[in-house]
């Protein structure tokens, strides 16, 4: 195995082991191969990354921009008088003693009252981007030193395809895992 560290991303063709891989050297020629566990973990994280960051981004400017800009609260109002007026028997008539019930409290003081709704939304936008930068960290962490034990203990040689598949595998399954989370915050 070579001992010098390649370059990222390293990519070759792939059909260089794939095809006519009979009777020839474990390495090829045209191949790259990772040999130092530190390696494998700085190709899984650049390519992690690249793969897991993006989609982080998007949820958090999706629920960015909802959270600045919300719904017209004059179509929720529409929407609220055409359901009432479908079922004219089930509204409550309107009291004067409700009316006067506010005025008799000093009104209350609500939490983070200085609070914008852009400051809100900008603290879910970091939010999310700071998930994911964790998220691929944590996740190539462990996902790029299992990867060099295994290769190592086994004796293989690691290819710098595998990082590369094991991040998409990675983001795959992590879309899985926080797709739910993501729709209850947007």
Not at 124 to 138: M, P
Request: proline share 11%; hydrophobic share 45%.
């Amino acid at each position: 195995m070579p001992s010098s560290s390649p370059s990222w991303p390293s990519l070759y063709s792939p059909g260089v082991e794939i095809v006519h891989i009979e009777h020839n050297d474990p390495e090829q020629p045209t191949g790259v191969y990772l040999s130092h566990p530190v390696d494998v973990f700085r190709f899984t994280l650049y390519w992690t990354l690249i793969f897991y960051t993006p989609i982080f981004l998007f949820c958090g400017v999706y629920a960015f921009l909802n959270l600045t800009f919300p719904p017209n609260p004059r179509t929720s109002v529409l929407r609220e008088a055409s359901d009432e007026s479908a079922y004219p028997l089930l509204t409550i008539p309107y009291s004067p003693r409700e009316a006067d019930t506010p005025l008799l409290r000093p009104p209350k003081r609500k939490p983070n009252e200085g609070r914008s709704r852009t400051t809100f939304a900008l603290l879910v936008l970091l939010t999310f981007i700071a998930l994911s930068l964790l998220g691929a960290a944590i996740g190539s962490a462990i996902v790029g030193f299992v990867l060099a034990l295994i290769y190592r203990l086994a004796k293989y040689n690691l290819s710098t395809w595998v990082p590369f598949i094991w991040s998409v595998i990675y983001v795959l399954v992590g879309l899985l895992s926080v797709w739910p989370f993501a729709i209850d915050i947007i």
